[in-house]
């Protein structure tokens, strides 16, 4: 059963701190997507990469994010420094690259700045 | 660009009535459709999509929707609740063909399921 999977589940940190979110797609997929949940902004997305190129990453904070692929089977999002406005869950997905293609989710990493 | 507008962020049920979860979008170009559950402390699952061809279409868990055109509209149903349904449904639409994979997503709609 292929599955995306993100390291770590949860992650309380300090202000100030660096934190690195990690994401596995499913093998095979080309397409990776970084996307913030929160209760007030909902689903925002945040950046995107097909083959290991980012597309589109205007909806990240230059400033403070930044996200690479390393290789085909990793994917990380950084936040340097960290802010308490950056407590949300972090969820990853992956897809084919077919473009419309179906996303597929990781279980989302939650962090808590404080 | 595209939007989606779900009516109603939190919608109560009983167990054994009709889910009706309704999602409006808006699209320049011919959307592929998309509705996703998130139960608690999990990601997001694919319950069912619409590209192209029939426009009542099936996912997991009885759930159906249909693509209606002329209203814009791709409204989520099942025709009796289970108290596992409880968790909050995402409606999301994508531009359809190659270059597009920007998903936009719904506010979310949470069910609650009363036994």
């Known amino acids: 059963d292929a599955r995306v999977t993100q390291t770590p589940r949860h992650k309380v940190t300090e202000m100030g701190q660096e934190v690195t979110m990690r994401c596995q797609p499913i093998?095979?997929?080309?397409?990776v997507f970084w996307y913030r949940q929160t209760m007030m902004q909902g689903l925002e997305l945040l950046a995107y990469?097909?083959?290991?190129?980012?597309?589109?990453d205007s909806g990240m904070p230059k400033d403070r994010f930044s996200a690479e692929m390393p290789d085909a089977t990793l994917a990380t999002l950084k936040i340097q420094p960290s802010e308490p406005r950056d407590s949300a869950v972090y969820f990853c997905?992956?897809?084919?690259?077919?473009?419309?293609?179906?996303?597929?989710f990781g279980p989302g990493t939650r962090l808590l700045v404080l | 660009a595209q939007s989606v507008t779900q009516l109603g962020s939190h919608v109560s049920v009983s167990e054994g009535a009709l889910v009706l979860l309704r999602c409006n979008y808006s699209?320049?170009?011919?959307?592929?459709l998309f509705w996703y559950v998130q139960y608690p402390n999990q990601g997001l699952q694919l319950l069912l999509k619409y590209t192209t061809g029939a426009t009542l279409v099936k996912g997991i868990n009885g759930f159906e929707a249909e693509f209606k055109k002329s209203e814009t509209s791709f409204h989520l149903t099942k025709p009796s609740a289970h108290m596992s349904d409880a968790a909050e449904y995402f409606c999301a639409v994508i531009n359809s063909g190659a270059g597009s994979y920007q998903l936009t997503f719904g506010k979310g709609t949470k069910l609650s399921v009363i036994p």
């Open positions: 990469f097909r083959n290991r190129a980012p597309l589109d």
């Open positions: 093998l095979g997929h080309n397409t």
């Open positions: 699209s320049s170009v011919p959307p592929y």
């Open positions: 997905a992956s897809g084919l690259g077919q473009g419309g293609e179906t996303q597929y």
